[in-house]
């Protein structure tokens, strides 16, 4: 009996028969089998709305972002649709903050008159969705109502549920298109789900933060919204960066809350999170490219030690590869741009 080695088809099972830089020796060939493709329409730009007139005060460690009025919001959505961006996430710097957050309830708060103004403006031509949570309504900028019934100053969890319900409905009301409630509670998707549901807005889709991090890369953020806690950090209702398995549990549970789409942040350092969600729940996953993960690019960028363009597409690609459907970026403007 022959060796195996012997047949003619032998070699096929290795090089040289198979060769795989055959399929990138031509440049239309290496685009034929591109396994991952970025589009503007998977991408969200947020912005921050302030209150005043006029007002476009770019975020220091955030270049070519800003603090925007109302007016100046509306201008800003303007380009950015003309660019083709089309999907916006929307915080709010209100003028009053206290204990409760109350300011994020108000029907004339600064979120709502921002999205009634998009509205009104832009028809159905933007996509509006809005982050949902208090810490940049409250004093004490943590993400809800705070409770020392352990004995430890903490987020009062289930006093924080029919609030963030109220603030999503009175943002629904508002005109906003879709939730993404960004707090990290246990049962938020629930509460919003049925308050949603309650006051007619069953049709409004939830973006949960399910597997959100307590993150040194939000950094930036807070000087934009102007959030910081003002004791203690988030660790008490944001997960470990150490945990991957808990990020499968909360995704779980948020799905079977309702959620229709499940975030995963900050995104690069958390690659992993992204593959595992898709892999094992093959739901809508959206990656939050955070601000530290854009002051880091623009930096180095600013100080000439890398190619901004050739890494940004680099790492939003390798976020989609991950296996996240959608992005939410502060480059989603320039990637509009640059992919044209
Ligand atoms: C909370 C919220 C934060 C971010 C988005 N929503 C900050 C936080 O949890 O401290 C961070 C986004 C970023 O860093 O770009 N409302």
Known sequence: MAHSSDFPGARLGGFPTIRLRRLRHHPRVRHLIRETTLTGENLILPLFVRPGRGIRKEIASMPGNYQLSIDCLVEEVGAALDLGVHSFLLFGIPTHKDAAGSSALDPEGIVQQALRALRKQYGDRALLITDECFCEYTDHGHCGVLTKATGRL????????????????????AGADLMAPSGMLDGMVGAIR??????????????????KYASGFYGPFREAAESPPQFGDRSSYQMDPANSDEALREVELDLAEGADIIMVKPALAYLDIIRRVKDRFGVPVAAYNVSGEFAMVKAAAQK?????????????TSIKRAGADMIVTYFARDVVQWLQ
């Open 304 to 316: 000439g030690w890398i190619d901004e363009r050739r890494i940004v597409l680099e790492i939003l």
């Open 194 to 211: 049925s308050a949603l549901d309650t006051a007619g807005f069953s049709h409004i889709p939830i973006m949960s933060y399910s597997a």
């Open 154 to 173: 903490d987020l009062d969890n289930d006093a924080t549920l029919p609030l963030l319900a109220q603030q999503c409905v009175s943002h629904a009301q």
